[in-house]
């Protein structure tokens, strides 16, 4: 293996998965003599896949040799425990050179962890007083047998060493329990933000809450049925949570919400699922997640996942894009999906040792890349125009990065988006008017009746209820207050309505609490989506938090009201959010698998 070939690591995850299909064991006949020894056909394998991998003999039969001698150690292990009781312990620990070291040793589980800690100074060389043993996160009490403390056969043990000075304790502690520290924190706060999903998505099962709204290629509403609304709302609030984390790098924690996220698209209709495509793109992150965090370990789960992801991506879209062109008119956007696509499978080709294959889907890939890239100085050219970034980087992969197509796509686009919510204020109004006109018929004035209609947040029924047993303020000549002359953007409206709000009731909320959404959320959800009219025809005395607790100020609805937050904090405002892709890292990835390519064409040449 030449400099420009893949690590050791990459190169085992190739044998390891011609191995598994050809389905052949290194621990047994022809491989491994009786003694436990290696045969001549060991070396006649490590040829045949130097000779498919393209790389150096002397690498295959290390990584070969490897392989067989740790299935052995795993079977005496195993076997070692099954007739004597005594466990094989894994041990992690750094050496007095600075170095991460790995050994292992057999134990009874009935010795103290104090015998433990005896037995691994002697091995490693430490002062045995200086010694402190570290198990999922919690050190070892050296007074109480291994077992007591749930020490099992093949458990993984860190080894932290105190030495004299604090500087190289604290250093010891951050080699072995930031790890830890990172994970359980994860699970804390994906944990919080389900819980903010879940309150969100409570008032989605009261039958009277209209249907959750999520938008076309088009950016026109899809109705979605109730029974499918709250796993739909958690699974897209845990997905913009793990895109959110995706964006900064921090791919462990992204990974652990989009799996999350997955779970609960599992829980929609495939009917739904085919008609957007949300959980197309959703195995794609899942993959580019396991990619950068090189867990080479879930190959098998991601070929499944791209596998899904082209098929959800051919029903969306059409095989050829045709559908998705005749909506948009373009295709240039999601393309960045395909160039993903043909990305990962490459590199999941190349790990399974299929390099003709992988340099197919690479080549594809790179040729992507080069039609969808942008030039950084036409973004702020277009930027300098009063368009946002993300709407220049659209715009220019739109219009094959002609600034001046680019700069009308972006008018039309805001044009046509403006026209849809003109379309949906003009249904919302007529809806409006059918109601005051039914409230008229009953006998109502048609002043009191759009009053009372407006202060029922548009529900026909609770504003007969307001009319009938307390009529007397909607006879009144004065409005409400101010919050209803606050002009509310059609984005905030969305933003509410995104949770699962009518937009209607969204927009009241908005007025009543000044344009601010979290306070306009909570006092939603306080009230199962629609605000009593006591709320909406009171005067906002300041812009204190007190005004959104409305009637129960508790320390649990202000909890409530920060989980919230931090979910609304996540949900983009553009709807093709999903799309704007830098294609930097694209470009990083399709450089090394490139290179290793190239490089193991060189090691054979």
């Known amino acids: 293996m030449t400099s420009d070939g893949p690590p050791e690591n990459v190169v085992q995850d190739q044998v390891r998965s011609l191995l598994e299909n050809e389905m052949i064991r290194l621990w047994e006949p022809p491989y491994t003599t009786e003694n436990k020894d290696a045969t001549p056909e060991l070396k006649i394998l490590a040829e045949k896949y130097a000779l498919q991998l393209c790389i150096d003999l002397r690498n295959v039969e290390s990584v070969l040799e490897s392989l067989r001698c740790t299935s052995l150690q795993g079977l005496s292990a195993k076997k070692t425990f099954e007739d004597t009781g005594l466990a094989t312990i894994r041990i992690n620990y750094i050496s007095n050179g600075k170095r991460k070291e790995k050994t292992r040793l057999t134990t009874k589980l009935n010795i103290s962890a104090g015998d433990l800690r005896a037995e691994i100074a002697q091995l490693?060389?430490?002062?045995?007083?200086?010694?402190?043993?570290?198990?999922?996160?919690?050190?070892?009490?050296?007074?109480?047998?291994?077992?007591?403390?749930?020490?099992?056969?093949?458990?993984?043990?860190?080894?932290?060493?105190?030495?004299?000075?604090?500087?190289?304790?604290?250093?010891?502690?951050?080699?072995?329990?930031?790890?830890?520290?990172?994970?359980?924190?994860?699970?804390?706060?994906?944990?919080?933000?389900?819980?903010?999903?879940?309150?969100?998505?409570?008032?989605?099962?009261?039958?009277?809450?209209?249907?959750?709204?999520?938008?076309?290629?088009?950016?026109?509403?899809?109705?979605?049925?109730?029974?499918?609304?709250?796993?739909?709302?958690?699974?897209?609030?845990?997905?913009?949570?793990?895109?959110?984390?995706?964006?900064?790098?921090?791919?462990?924690?992204?990974?652990?919400?989009?799996?999350?996220?997955?779970?609960?698209?599992?829980?929609?209709?495939?009917?739904?699922?085919?008609?957007?495509?949300?959980h197309a793109v959703l195995q794609l992150e899942v993959v580019w997640c396991f990619l950068q965090l090189e867990q080479l370990d879930c190959l098998r789960d991601a070929e499944e996942r791209l596998r899904r992801a082209q098929t959800r991506l051919n029903n969306c879209y059409g095989e050829n894009l045709e559908r998705l062109y005749?909506?948009?008119?373009?295709?240039?956007?999601?393309?960045?999906?395909?160039?993903?696509?043909?990305?990962?499978?490459?590199?999941?080709?190349?790990?399974k040792g299929k390099l003709q294959q992988a340099r197919k889907h690479l080549n594809e890939a790179e040729i992507l890349l080069g039609k969808l890239c942008v030039d950084d100085k036409k973004v702020v050219q277009l930027m300098s125009l009063g368009f946002t970034a993300q709407e220049a980087r659209l715009g220019l992969r739109a219009c094959d990065d002609d600034i001046n197509f680019a700069a009308s796509h972006i008018y039309q686009r805001r044009e046509e988006k403006a026209e849809i919510r003109r379309k949906e204020r003009a249904e919302r109004k007529r809806k409006k008017q059918e109601a005051i006109n039914s409230l008229v018929a009953m006998g109502y004035?048609?002043?009191?009746?759009?009053?009372?209609?407006?202060?029922?947040?548009?529900?026909?029924?609770?504003?007969?209820?307001?009319?009938?047993?307390?009529?007397?303020?909607?006879?009144?000549?004065?409005?409400?207050?101010?919050?209803?002359r606050i002009e509310i953007s059609?984005?905030?409206?969305?933003?509410?309505?995104?949770?699962?709000?009518?937009?209607?009731?969204?927009?009241?909320?908005?007025?009543?609490?000044?344009?601010?959404?979290?306070?306009?959320?909570?006092?939603?959800?306080?009230?199962?989506?629609?605000?009593?009219?006591?709320?909406?025809?009171?005067?906002?005395?300041?812009?204190?938090?007190?005004?959104?607790?409305?009637?129960?100020?508790?320390?649990?609805?202000?909890?409530?009201?920060?989980?919230?937050?931090?979910?609304?904090?996540?949900?983009?405002?553009?709807?093709?959010?999903?799309?704007?892709?830098?294609?930097?890292?694209?470009?990083?990835?399709?450089?090394?698998?490139?290179?290793w390519l190239q490089g193991s064409q060189q090691s054979t040449s």
Do not use: W
């Not at 005749?326 to 790990?351: C, I």
């Open 445 to 484: 004035l048609e002043k009191a009746a759009a009053k009372a209609y407006r202060s029922a947040n548009n529900n026909l029924e609770r504003a007969i209820e307001i009319l009938q047993y307390s009529p007397e303020p909607f006879y009144q000549d004065n409005e409400a207050g101010p919050s209803t």
């Open 490 to 595: 059609e984005e905030s409206i969305n933003q509410v309505a995104f949770l699962g709000f009518d937009p209607s009731a969204a927009e009241v909320a908005l007025r009543r609490f000044n344009g601010n959404i979290e306070r306009a959320v909570q006092a939603l959800m306080d009230h199962s989506g629609y605000l009593p009219s006591s709320l909406v025809n009171s005067r906002p005395s300041s812009s204190s938090p007190e005004d959104m607790e409305v009637e129960d100020p508790s320390e649990e609805k202000r909890k409530e009201r920060e989980i919230v937050e931090e979910v609304l904090a996540d949900i983009p405002e553009h709807e093709e959010d999903y799309l704007d892709m830098t294609l930097e890292e694209e470009k990083e990835v399709v450089i090394k698998y490139k290179t």
């Open 124 to 278: 490693t060389g430490m002062n045995e007083g200086h010694v402190k043993l570290i198990m999922n996160s919690k050190v070892l009490k050296t007074d109480r047998s291994l077992a007591e403390q749930n020490v099992k056969n093949n458990s993984l043990i860190m080894v932290m060493q105190i030495t004299v000075t604090e500087e190289e304790a604290k250093e010891q502690e951050m080699v072995f329990q930031e790890e830890m520290k990172e994970q359980d924190e994860r699970k804390a706060k994906i944990s919080r933000t389900r819980k903010g999903a879940e309150i969100l998505a409570q008032h989605g099962e009261n039958s009277n809450v209209p249907y959750l709204e999520i938008a076309d290629q088009k950016g026109r509403p899809i109705p979605i049925p109730a029974e499918e609304k709250k796993a739909l709302l958690l699974a897209m609030t845990l997905h913009e949570k793990g895109r959110a984390f995706m964006k900064k790098r921090d791919y462990a924690s992204a990974l652990l919400y989009l799996l999350d996220a997955d779970e609960e698209f599992g829980k929609c209709g495939s009917e739904l699922l085919n008609t957007v495509d949300n």
């Open 326 to 351: 005749n909506l948009k008119g373009s295709t240039a956007n999601e393309q960045v999906l395909y160039l993903r696509l043909k990305l990962l499978q490459g590199v999941v080709l190349y790990h």
